[in-house]
């Protein structure tokens, strides 16, 4: 997408809790790579805990998710005081995450 000077690109991301994480974040960084010159936006359900984004807990995707922010220089949209994304019968969860380039 076209906004203002430069190109912007949507990515939309799924990573089951039972899948390698590190494979859908290679994909990212793959991606981000491939782009240098362009913004990009991120929406992801990673299925990962954080207490950034609302979760009392972190969880062991987190690591990785957290280097592929810090290598990237990526903004993290999420709020940890937002309502949950995710409510079934007494569950609920924040799995759903935000990101952008400046």
């Excluded at 290598?71 to 709020?79: M, R, V």
Aim: hydrophobic letters at 30%.
């Amino acid at each position: 997408m076209q906004t203002g000077q430069q190109p912007t690109t949507f990515i939309s991301v799924y990573s089951s809790p039972y899948s390698d994480i590190q494979e859908t974040l290679l994909e990212i960084q793959e991606i981000i790579s491939s782009l240098p010159r362009e913004k990009i936006f991120i929406g992801a359900d990673l299925n990962d805990h954080n207490t950034l984004w609302g979760y009392s807990d972190v969880d062991s995707r987190e690591t990785a998710n957290e280097e592929l922010i810090l290598a990237n220089n990526l903004f993290i949209n999420s709020s940890s005081d937002a309502p949950p994304t995710f409510t079934r019968n007494s569950s609920k969860g924040w799995p759903d995450l935000s990101l952008c380039t400046q």
